[in-house]
């Protein structure tokens, strides 16, 4: 056993330790990458997401839920527990051969997962699951010590990296089977290689084999790298949505939250947000343009229909196997739409080889404005465009369906409790012993039946500089905020959340008070958690 010391996770007090570990579910924890608010057919999206969507309804389906607003310290945050400056992943990861990415810097920013922290793969292996994980790792890479197998998992394949090309992936971005590149791929299907079919058939066969075995509950981790940039996607899936989007972004997002409201998802007197002023109108586009940016949504649309086939696919296995039932499924975004490549996005898109065999192209800044309906800014923000993402939990032997939303705020950091708890399992305050930081999320279990999540704190988040607490129906928010130095406390916006989602209303100026005392707050947080290097508590050793 490697836990010199243990500490029990703090469990709401109605779910005695005893029954949790009498449970141990399979569970699989579902990640998708660079997807918008709205795009999802259950978050008021057109895009076809069936197998989704069911889910979803047949379990608990959350309103405010929060990640990290980039991939990397997502994924950081989702694998550990901690902040991602706590596990070392404070701004991004290494690129592949960026062998000195954290030389000189704060081990907050090493760029890897580092020794004061345990993933859940750890904690779970250790205590009898099967740990399985198929896509994206993003946590660390040029050295093998960093990566997955390394870090608790007993079977991988997936690209290391944080992207790749979905058709043809290869070089220092490639896919790799275990600890062993793959030097050439072969499709799982009868289609060409693509990625998302990839990753879910390697877990459905990972699943297969432990079931022939020890039949030990499983651990999965499916991340898929869709929809992220590259964007590319199946001729045959494309066609389903060429054409839609000549409506173009305003009037889509004007659907979109009609539908969100129809749905309950958003509050029925909230207002759109403003479009970004450096996005022109439809209108101001000529036809050939026009043209182009609805084949980029749609090849961007055909990516999350895949995934959703995909996601269908691996529950027709869990029904087949018999497994359905005891299998807790938890599924989200790692951040909001990606704005990245320009207002109109990059790329060579009409000549489909080009398009394939492309590393670097998006669907751009004014289609990620629709993806995040109705919140304002993307990926890298703190705002809610960045860091609002769908997620729901779904376990048809423990959570009925629930019909309303839940919503209360929740984030990453409660994923991990999360999943302790219902497996029975404890979180170590070493482990080889090393010392591990504590965990600040709560168990979600609670939400299983619409109850109270009775937190204590409130939620921190900080990325490049970008910064928010959200506390109750208040959120203090700013781009530009965090500083190496300090805190520019003139950056900071002030939004009621309940009255005002979609952040168009600061109330900073009036309510000097509040401000003052969250920002006092996330100041705390930052030091605590190494945000500032120079001013943070000593590091556990």
């Given at each position: 056993?490697?836990?010199a ?67 990397c ?10 902040q ?109 290689f ?8 390697y ?23 869709a ?96 497994i ?45 404005n ?25 376990w ?30 404890t ?52 781009r ?49 958690v ?12």
């Open positions: 056993m490697k836990y010391a243990t500490l029990t996770l703090l469990l709401l007090a109605s779910c005695a330790s005893t029954t949790a570990a009498a449970e141990r579910p399979n569970i699989i924890l579902i990640m998708v990458d660079d997807m918008g608010f709205s795009d999802l057919g259950y978050h008021g999206g057109e895009i076809a997401t069936p197998n989704i969507d069911a889910l979803a309804r047949s379990g608990v389906r959350f309103s405010q839920f929060y990640n990290n607003g980039r991939c310290p997502t994924r950081a945050t989702l694998m550990t527990g901690l991602p400056h706590q596990t070392g992943v404070g701004h991004m990861t290494e690129s592949p051969g960026e062998m000195n990415y954290g030389a000189g810097k704060s081990p907050a920013y090493q760029g890897f997962l580092n020794d004061n922290c345990v993933t859940i793969a750890e904690a779970l292996k250790d205590q009898g699951y099967a740990t399985l994980m198929s896509g994206k790792w993003h946590l660390g890479e040029n050295d093998e010590s960093r990566w997955p197998l390394q870090r608790g998992f007993e079977k991988y394949f997936g690209c290391v990296s944080g992207a790749t090309l979905h058709f043809y992936p290869g070089g220092d971005r490639g896919m790799s089977l275990g600890n062993e590149p793959i030097e050439k791929l072969e499709s799982t299907t009868d289609q060409q693509y990625t998302t079919d990839a990753f879910t058939d877990a459905i066969q990972f699943l297969k084999e432990e079931q022939a075995g020890a039949k030990r509950p499983m651990f999965l981790y499916l991340a898929y790298t929809p992220h940039w590259p964007i590319q996607a199946f001729e045959e899936d494309i066609a389903k949505y060429r054409g839609k989007y000549k409506i173009g972004w305003d009037k889509l997002r004007e659907q979109r939250l009609a539908k969100q409201k129809e749905l309950g998802l958003i509050s029925a007197n909230l207002e759109l947000s403003p479009r970004t002023p450096k996005i022109p109108a439809w209108d101001e586009l000529d036809a050939d343009k026009q043209d182009e940016m609805d084949l980029k949504m749609a090849v961007y649309a055909a990516m999350i229909d895949r995934v959703d086939q995909n996601v269908g696919k691996l529950m027709s296995y869990l029904k087949e196997s018999g359905e039932d005891d299998t807790l499924i938890l599924f989200l975004s790692d951040n909001g739409g990606c704005q990245e490549g320009g207002v109109l996005g990059g790329g060579q898109f009409r000549n489909i080889e080009q398009r394939n065999r492309q590393y670097f192209h998006g669907y751009g800044e004014a289609w990620a629709a993806s995040n309906t109705p919140f304002r800014l993307y990926k890298h923000f703190n705002h809610e465009g960045g860091t609002a993402t769908p997620f729901f939990m779904r048809p032997a423990k959570i009925a369906a629930q019909q309303d939303w839940y919503a209360e705020p929740a984030h990453l950091i409660d994923v991990m409790p999360t999943i302790l708890d219902v497996a029975g399992a979180y170590p305050a070493e482990y080889d012993g090393r010392k591990i930081h504590p965990l600040d999320g709560v168990s979600l279990r609670s939400a299983m039946t619409g109850k109270s999540l009775y937190r204590q704190q409130p939620l921190c988040i900080e990325h490049e500089n970008n910064a928010s607490i959200r506390s109750g129906d208040w959120k203090l928010v700013g530009n905020v965090a500083r190496p130095r300090g805190v520019r406390p003139e950056n900071w916006e002030l939004y009621n959340i309940a009255a005002d989602r979609t952040e168009t209303n600061n109330l900073a100026a009036d309510n000097p008070d509040k401000v003052k005392e969250l920002a006092q707050q996330w100041n705390a947080w930052a030091k605590r190494a945000v500032y290097p120079k001013l943070a508590e000593p590091p556990a050793k």
